[in-house]
T-cell receptor
Framework: DAGITQSPRHKVTETGTPVTLRCHQT?????MYWYRQDPGHGLRLIHY???????DKGEVSDGYSVSRSKTEDFLLTLESATSSQTSVYFC?????????????????FGQGTRLTVV | DAKTTQPTSMDCAEGRAANLPCNHS???????VYWYRQIHSQGPQYIIH???NNETNEMASLIITEDRKSSTLILPHATLRDTAVYYC???????????FGTGTRLTIIP
Protein backbone atom coordinates (compact mmCIF):
# COMPACT_ATOMS: atom_id res chain seq x y z
CA ASP A 1 0.00 0.00 0.00
CA ALA A 2 1.13 3.54 -0.75
CA GLY A 3 2.41 5.40 2.28
CA ILE A 4 -0.40 7.83 2.84
CA THR A 5 -1.85 8.63 6.24
CA GLN A 6 -4.77 10.83 7.16
CA SER A 7 -5.26 12.26 10.63
CA PRO A 8 -7.45 12.32 12.50
CA ARG A 9 -9.57 9.43 11.23
CA HIS A 10 -12.64 10.65 13.08
CA LYS A 11 -13.52 14.04 14.47
CA VAL A 12 -16.56 15.68 15.97
CA THR A 13 -16.46 19.44 16.23
CA GLU A 14 -18.81 22.31 16.93
CA THR A 15 -20.12 24.80 14.41
CA GLY A 16 -17.84 27.81 14.10
CA THR A 17 -14.74 25.96 15.25
CA PRO A 18 -11.64 25.85 13.06
CA VAL A 19 -10.59 22.36 12.01
CA THR A 20 -7.43 21.11 10.30
CA LEU A 21 -7.09 17.75 8.64
CA ARG A 22 -3.67 16.40 7.81
CA CYS A 23 -2.52 14.23 4.94
CA HIS A 24 0.97 12.81 5.21
CA GLN A 25 2.78 10.82 2.50
CA THR A 26 6.07 8.96 2.44
CA UNK A 27 6.13 8.42 -1.36
CA UNK A 28 7.59 11.79 -2.37
CA UNK A 29 4.75 12.20 -4.88
CA UNK A 30 4.35 15.61 -6.41
CA UNK A 31 0.57 15.82 -6.52
CA MET A 32 -1.78 15.78 -3.56
CA TYR A 33 -5.56 16.15 -3.41
CA TRP A 34 -8.38 16.66 -0.95
CA TYR A 35 -11.85 15.33 -1.71
CA ARG A 36 -15.11 15.18 0.15
CA GLN A 37 -17.74 12.51 -0.23
CA ASP A 38 -21.34 12.78 0.90
CA PRO A 39 -24.08 10.15 0.81
CA GLY A 40 -25.40 9.74 -2.70
CA HIS A 41 -22.56 11.73 -4.23
CA GLY A 42 -19.32 10.81 -5.84
CA LEU A 43 -16.02 12.29 -4.81
CA ARG A 44 -15.81 16.04 -5.19
CA LEU A 45 -12.46 17.75 -5.44
CA ILE A 46 -11.88 20.49 -2.87
CA HIS A 47 -8.28 21.55 -3.51
CA TYR A 48 -5.21 20.03 -5.01
CA UNK A 49 -1.48 20.70 -5.00
CA UNK A 50 1.10 20.25 -7.72
CA UNK A 51 4.10 21.03 -5.57
CA UNK A 52 5.29 22.74 -2.43
CA UNK A 53 3.36 25.98 -2.02
CA UNK A 54 1.56 25.36 -5.33
CA UNK A 55 -2.14 24.75 -4.86
CA ASP A 56 -5.33 25.26 -6.83
CA LYS A 57 -9.07 25.13 -6.24
CA GLY A 58 -11.32 22.25 -7.10
CA GLU A 59 -15.07 22.02 -7.56
CA VAL A 60 -16.12 22.76 -3.98
CA SER A 61 -13.43 24.96 -2.46
CA ASP A 62 -15.62 27.53 -0.67
CA GLY A 63 -15.08 27.40 3.08
CA TYR A 64 -11.82 25.47 2.77
CA SER A 65 -8.18 26.45 2.59
CA VAL A 66 -5.08 24.34 2.13
CA SER A 67 -1.37 24.59 2.71
CA ARG A 68 1.59 22.60 1.54
CA SER A 69 4.83 23.79 3.11
CA LYS A 70 6.68 20.54 2.44
CA THR A 71 6.31 17.70 -0.02
CA GLU A 72 5.00 15.17 2.47
CA ASP A 73 2.21 17.16 4.12
CA PHE A 74 -0.99 18.64 2.71
CA LEU A 75 -3.26 20.33 5.24
CA LEU A 76 -6.95 21.06 4.77
CA THR A 77 -8.43 23.76 7.03
CA LEU A 78 -12.05 24.58 7.66
CA GLU A 79 -11.76 28.12 8.98
CA SER A 80 -15.17 28.05 10.65
CA ALA A 81 -16.83 24.67 10.39
CA THR A 82 -20.48 24.46 9.37
CA SER A 83 -22.90 21.54 9.46
CA SER A 84 -22.80 21.38 5.66
CA GLN A 85 -19.15 20.38 5.93
CA THR A 86 -20.04 17.18 7.72
CA SER A 87 -18.60 14.62 5.35
CA VAL A 88 -15.97 12.00 4.73
CA TYR A 89 -12.74 13.56 3.52
CA PHE A 90 -10.24 11.67 1.39
CA CYS A 91 -6.69 12.63 0.61
CA UNK A 92 -4.92 11.31 -2.49
CA UNK A 93 -1.42 11.44 -3.94
CA UNK A 94 -0.13 10.85 -7.45
CA UNK A 95 2.96 11.12 -9.60
CA UNK A 96 3.41 10.98 -13.36
CA UNK A 97 5.55 8.07 -14.49
CA UNK A 98 6.30 6.61 -17.89
CA UNK A 99 6.32 2.91 -18.63
CA UNK A 100 5.55 0.62 -21.55
CA UNK A 101 5.51 3.63 -23.84
CA UNK A 102 2.75 5.46 -22.05
CA UNK A 103 2.23 7.78 -19.12
CA UNK A 104 0.59 6.83 -15.88
CA UNK A 105 -0.68 9.07 -13.15
CA UNK A 106 -2.14 6.51 -10.80
CA UNK A 107 -3.60 8.08 -7.69
CA UNK A 108 -3.46 6.49 -4.26
CA PHE A 109 -6.04 7.33 -1.65
CA GLY A 110 -5.96 7.52 2.10
CA GLN A 111 -8.45 5.75 4.33
CA GLY A 112 -10.57 8.82 4.87
CA THR A 113 -11.47 11.14 7.74
CA ARG A 114 -15.03 11.19 8.99
CA LEU A 115 -15.83 14.73 10.15
CA THR A 116 -19.04 15.59 11.96
CA VAL A 117 -19.92 19.22 12.65
CA VAL A 118 -22.60 19.61 15.32
CA ASP B 1 -10.84 17.01 -19.54
CA ALA B 2 -13.59 15.32 -21.52
CA LYS B 3 -16.80 14.38 -19.77
CA THR B 4 -17.81 10.77 -19.27
CA THR B 5 -21.20 9.08 -19.11
CA GLN B 6 -21.76 5.84 -17.23
CA PRO B 7 -24.87 3.87 -16.28
CA THR B 8 -25.96 4.54 -12.74
CA SER B 9 -26.07 0.90 -11.71
CA MET B 10 -25.54 -2.63 -13.01
CA ASP B 11 -25.87 -6.17 -11.71
CA CYS B 12 -23.74 -9.16 -12.63
CA ALA B 13 -23.89 -12.79 -11.57
CA GLU B 14 -20.97 -14.09 -9.56
CA GLY B 15 -18.45 -15.90 -11.76
CA ARG B 16 -19.59 -14.16 -14.92
CA ALA B 17 -17.77 -11.38 -16.73
CA ALA B 18 -18.82 -7.89 -15.71
CA ASN B 19 -18.75 -5.40 -18.57
CA LEU B 20 -18.93 -1.75 -17.53
CA PRO B 21 -19.40 0.78 -20.33
CA CYS B 22 -18.23 4.37 -20.45
CA ASN B 23 -18.98 6.97 -23.06
CA HIS B 24 -16.45 9.74 -23.67
CA SER B 25 -17.43 11.07 -27.06
CA UNK B 26 -15.51 14.36 -26.70
CA UNK B 27 -12.19 12.76 -25.81
CA UNK B 28 -9.13 14.34 -27.38
CA UNK B 29 -6.10 12.59 -28.78
CA UNK B 30 -3.92 13.11 -25.72
CA UNK B 31 -6.45 12.14 -23.09
CA UNK B 32 -6.16 8.87 -21.25
CA VAL B 33 -9.03 6.75 -19.95
CA TYR B 34 -8.66 5.75 -16.30
CA TRP B 35 -10.79 3.42 -14.22
CA TYR B 36 -11.03 3.45 -10.45
CA ARG B 37 -13.33 1.67 -8.07
CA GLN B 38 -14.50 2.41 -4.57
CA ILE B 39 -15.54 -0.37 -2.28
CA HIS B 40 -17.93 0.74 0.41
CA SER B 41 -16.44 3.43 2.72
CA GLN B 42 -12.89 2.88 1.47
CA GLY B 43 -10.76 5.22 -0.61
CA PRO B 44 -10.90 4.66 -4.37
CA GLN B 45 -8.50 2.19 -5.91
CA TYR B 46 -6.85 2.43 -9.31
CA ILE B 47 -7.76 -0.39 -11.70
CA ILE B 48 -6.37 0.29 -15.15
CA HIS B 49 -5.83 2.99 -17.75
CA UNK B 50 -5.23 3.27 -21.48
CA UNK B 51 -4.76 5.66 -24.37
CA UNK B 52 -5.56 3.85 -27.62
CA ASN B 53 -4.77 0.19 -27.27
CA ASN B 54 -6.62 -2.36 -25.24
CA GLU B 55 -4.99 -3.05 -21.91
CA THR B 56 -5.03 -5.93 -19.47
CA ASN B 57 -3.66 -6.37 -15.99
CA GLU B 58 -4.24 -8.72 -13.09
CA MET B 59 -7.47 -6.97 -12.15
CA ALA B 60 -9.25 -6.22 -15.40
CA SER B 61 -9.21 -5.56 -19.12
CA LEU B 62 -9.89 -2.24 -20.80
CA ILE B 63 -11.31 -2.19 -24.30
CA ILE B 64 -11.22 1.17 -26.09
CA THR B 65 -13.11 1.56 -29.35
CA GLU B 66 -11.16 2.49 -32.43
CA ASP B 67 -12.63 6.01 -32.49
CA ARG B 68 -11.88 6.27 -28.73
CA LYS B 69 -15.35 7.61 -28.02
CA SER B 70 -16.21 4.82 -25.63
CA SER B 71 -14.60 2.12 -23.56
CA THR B 72 -15.52 -0.96 -21.58
CA LEU B 73 -14.00 -2.22 -18.37
CA ILE B 74 -14.16 -6.00 -18.11
CA LEU B 75 -13.86 -7.93 -14.87
CA PRO B 76 -13.45 -11.45 -16.28
CA HIS B 77 -14.76 -13.52 -13.37
CA ALA B 78 -16.65 -11.29 -11.00
CA THR B 79 -16.67 -12.12 -7.30
CA LEU B 80 -18.72 -10.68 -4.47
CA ARG B 81 -15.72 -8.54 -3.54
CA ASP B 82 -16.03 -6.73 -6.84
CA THR B 83 -19.22 -5.06 -5.64
CA ALA B 84 -18.27 -1.38 -5.71
CA VAL B 85 -18.76 1.93 -7.47
CA TYR B 86 -16.69 2.09 -10.65
CA TYR B 87 -15.48 5.43 -11.98
CA CYS B 88 -14.42 6.12 -15.55
CA UNK B 89 -12.25 9.22 -15.85
CA UNK B 90 -10.77 10.89 -18.90
CA UNK B 91 -7.64 12.84 -18.13
CA UNK B 92 -5.09 14.77 -20.09
CA UNK B 93 -1.52 14.01 -19.17
CA UNK B 94 -0.04 17.13 -17.63
CA UNK B 95 -3.38 18.18 -16.21
CA UNK B 96 -3.27 16.56 -12.83
CA UNK B 97 -6.61 17.88 -11.66
CA UNK B 98 -8.32 14.56 -11.02
CA UNK B 99 -12.12 14.79 -10.94
CA PHE B 100 -14.63 12.01 -10.49
CA GLY B 101 -18.16 11.66 -11.80
CA THR B 102 -20.90 9.65 -10.10
CA GLY B 103 -19.75 6.29 -11.48
CA THR B 104 -21.56 2.97 -11.90
CA ARG B 105 -22.65 1.02 -8.87
CA LEU B 106 -21.89 -2.62 -9.71
CA THR B 107 -23.56 -5.28 -7.61
CA ILE B 108 -22.39 -8.86 -7.91
CA ILE B 109 -25.26 -11.27 -7.31
CA PRO B 110 -24.47 -14.64 -5.65
Amino acid sequence: DAGITQSPRHKVTETGTPVTLRCHQTENHRYMYWYRQDPGHGLRLIHYSYGVKDTDKGEVSDGYSVSRSKTEDFLLTLESATSSQTSVYFCAISESTRGRGRWNTEAFFGQGTRLTVV
Amino acid sequence: DAKTTQPTSMDCAEGRAANLPCNHSTISGNEYVYWYRQIHSQGPQYIIHGLKNNETNEMASLIITEDRKSSTLILPHATLRDTAVYYCIVKLRGNEKLTFGTGTRLTIIP
